[in-house]
């Protein structure tokens, strides 16, 4: 599976959630490609929301979102996650442009999440890095940080 979603945006999120931890590109990878999985799911979901609607195009609330922001208030890129949310649904359905304002939206804190956490495991492993290591070992302890 190809990563869709430029990695200077997720390395721009895990910054800003680092408070001054320095990022590594593995870093910046593998949460692209978490973030990559989990809009697809969210996309899946949405398109069954939508199918027993009759509908063809994915809305805003089937991603579970009111109103979407501003596309100027997201860091993440609107195109790729276009792309991202297309990946394991069929061709026949549409995503409206506020659908994908709102799952940006959503996928953006789900990895400002990530990335608090992966700076929290890298400060405890008494580093001065994030590494892939730490959005990995976020993952195998998730349930914990719930």
């Given amino acids: 599976m190809s990563i869709e979603l430029p990695f200077a945006p997720v390395d721009d999120i895990i910054r800003r959630n680092a408070d001054g931890l320095r990022v590594s590109a593995g870093a910046a990878e593998e949460l692209a490609r978490r973030i ?11 398109a069954q929301r ?22 100027s208030s997201l860091a993440l890129p609107i195109a790729p ?13 549409r995503v409206a442009m506020d659908a994908r304002l709102a799952l940006t939206a959503q996928l953006e804190s789900y990895a400002d999440d990530v990335a608090a ?13 994030v ?5 990995e ?7 914990y940080f719930e």
Avoid: C, N, W
């Fill in 50 to 71: 939508a199918d027993t609607e009759g509908r063809k195009t994915l809305m805003v609330g089937d991603f579970a979102a009111d109103d979407p922001p501003s596309k």
């Fill in 36 to 46: 990559q999985e989990e809009g697809a799911r969210r996309a899946i979901s949405a």
């Fill in 81 to 93: 996650i276009d792309r991202i949310a297309r990946l394991d649904i069929d061709d026949r359905y």
């Fill in 131 to 135: 590494k892939a290591e730490d959005i």
């Fill in 117 to 129: 956490a992966g700076a929290l495991l890298a400060r405890h492993a008494d580093r001065r890095t």
């Fill in 137 to 143: 070992a976020y993952f195998e302890l998730e349930p």
